[in-house]
Antibody, heavy 122, light 108 residues
Framework: QVHLVQSGAEVKKPGASVKVSCKAS????????IHWVRQAPGQGLEWMGM????????TYAQKFQGRVTMTTDTSTSTVYMGVSSLRSEDTAVYYC???????????????WGRGTLVTVSS | SSELTQDPAVSVALGQTVKITCQGD??????ASWYQQKPGQAPILVIF???NRPSGIPDRFSGSSSGNTASLTITGAQAEDETDYYC???????????FGGGTKLTVL
């Protein structure tokens, strides 16, 4: 069985940082990119960025450049996503998801973690 | 372009056919993927590529694409299909992922 298991909910104060983990199992970890997508309460899905677990190369959405860091630990098949300088607008469920690609003109997210709720409140 | 546009809400009578659309310039170059998300749950992939369904997705779900518009069609909508649907693709550069704003489907 393939899984992405995320760390538990977090409550942080404005200005603090948070680090969410996503542990992969049931497949070859370095074969698939991992993306992070967040969803604020009552809102839609928002792409944050991606990491190649093989070479640890990253691409971030412009909105999150400088504030988000994605890293990988191949020894434990785990991806980490950190957000700094948290503000109330960062309150959201954060999902990790695995990317599939046909090598040409379509991508898809075929495996999702259950999500990690991050609440930013004073 | 870096936007995908979806109708915020669509309704369909039980057992009828409904099409949910997604528009964006990047869809002229890349296929969309479609996700179903029920309240409190992670999204699940329902359609990807030209018209591919993951294992376990009912065959009443299908996808199509023409020009800058991708469509998700549900043929014979069921009560359990009432939920939110999102399209996604790459932006025109191919380097970033974009999502549509989502469509809330109501089955009457």
């Amino acid at each position: 069985q393939v899984h992405l298991v995320q760390s538990g909910a977090e409550v942080k104060k404005p200005g603090a940082s948070v680090k969410v983990s996503c542990k992969a199992s049931g497949y070859t970890f370095t074969t698939y990119y991992i993306h992070w997508v967040r969803q604020a309460p009552g809102q839609g899905l928002e792409w944050m960025g991606m990491i190649n677990p093989s070479g640890a190369t990253t691409t971030y959405a412009q909105k999150f450049q400088g504030r988000v860091t994605m890293t990988t630990d191949t020894s434990t098949s785990t991806v980490y996503m950190g957000v700094s300088s948290l503000r109330s607008e960062d309150t959201a469920v954060y999902y990790c998801t695995r990317e599939g690609w046909n090598g040409l003109n379509f991508w898809y997210f075929d495996l999702w973690g259950r999500g990690t709720l991050v609440t930013v409140s004073s | 372009s870096s936007e995908l546009t979806q109708d915020p809400a669509v309704s369909v009578a039980l057992g009828q056919t409904v099409k949910i659309t997604c528009q964006g310039d990047s869809l002229r170059r890349y296929y969309a993927s479609w996700y179903q998300q029920k309240p409190g749950q992670a999204p699940i992939l329902v359609i990807f590529g030209k018209n591919n369904r993951p294992s376990g997705i009912p065959d009443r779900f299908s996808g199509s694409s023409s020009g800058n518009t991708a469509s998700l069609t549900i043929t014979g909508a069921q009560a359990e299909d009432e939920t939110d649907y999102y399209c996604s693709s790459r932006d025109s550069s191919g380097n970033h992922v974009i999502f549509g704003g989502g469509t809330k489907l109501t089955v009457l």
